[in-house]
């Protein structure tokens, strides 16, 4: 089974703990999974000791909030060092702004007649980071909206009362702060950002020139095609292939841990060298078997 390498736990906004959403992933027979919270890494050493004493390789991440070119595009860290200081630093200005958003959305909602709407998302988020995941989550417990993907498209998007621009990290700023950590920078979920081919060239050609390894081409918000384009971009741009559910919780039964489909052929697995990946069958299914061991007694030929 490939890596799990982007997944999100009650750190940012995810519904299980990083212990449950760990324990999940030990059951579903995933061996290899990143804990990547929306910009922090406050859930991790709560994932370590859950991982250490479920045998699960833990890869410690983050999925950073990036503007480029006037969009939001989300840009996952693996390998991270978490004692990082300028990753620190970076992770703390976007959670700054996430503060001061939470309190900007929670004003425009206010003046469109929903009172209270800051508070009611802290409360969900119980003291970790506020995202629009908990106004959506509010809105639907008040009977605003029948499902979160509702709340987004009604309240939260562009050109909705609720809508506040990002004002993220440029795409420079994250790929150095994961630079910095040790990591390897991986372009999330790409097909996600409705990019005309030619932007999206552009975004790929950026995002290889600032040092970025990998596109994420298998996602929980990928189609089978959507993997075979992306596939088709690592390989024509000299990147490596990354392969992530995206998971935030049981809440979407459609989307579990431990069913993500194998990469397409011809690509160049992100975990292909790391070398905590002791166990040679998750890094790479060697396509020749090994040799045979040799038989008692035997003595090799002199070269
Ligand atoms: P934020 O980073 O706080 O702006 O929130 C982004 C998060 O909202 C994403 O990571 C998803 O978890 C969630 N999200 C974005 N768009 C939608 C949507 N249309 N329906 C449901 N959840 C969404
Ligand atoms: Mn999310
Ligand atoms: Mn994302
Ligand atoms: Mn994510």
Partial sequence: MSPDLHTH???????????????RAAAAGVQVLALTDHDTLA??????????????TLIPGAELSVTWAGRTVHVVGLNLDTQCGALNAGLGRILAFRDWRAEEIGRRLDRHGIPDACAGARDLARGTLVGRTHFARLLVQRGLAASEREVFKHFLVQGKPGHVPGQWATLEEAL????AAGGQAVLAHPARYGLTRTKMLDLIG???ELGGAALEVVSGSHSKDDAFVFARHAREQGL??????????????WLDLGRLPALPPGCTPIWADWPHLDRPALALTPTVAPDPPPPPGWVPLPA
């Avoid at 995810?14 to 212990?19: E, I, M, V």
């Fill in 43 to 56: 859930g991790l050493a709560e994932a370590a000791v859950a991982a250490a004493r479920l045998g699960l």
């Fill in 206 to 208: 950026v995002f290889r």
């Fill in 176 to 179: 150095g702060w994961i630079r």
């Fill in 9 to 23: 736990s009650t750190a940012s906004d995810g519904t299980l703990t990083p212990t449950l959403l760990l324990e």
């Fill in 240 to 253: 490596l292939a990354s392969a992530g559910s995206d998971y935030h919780g049981p809440e979407c039964p």
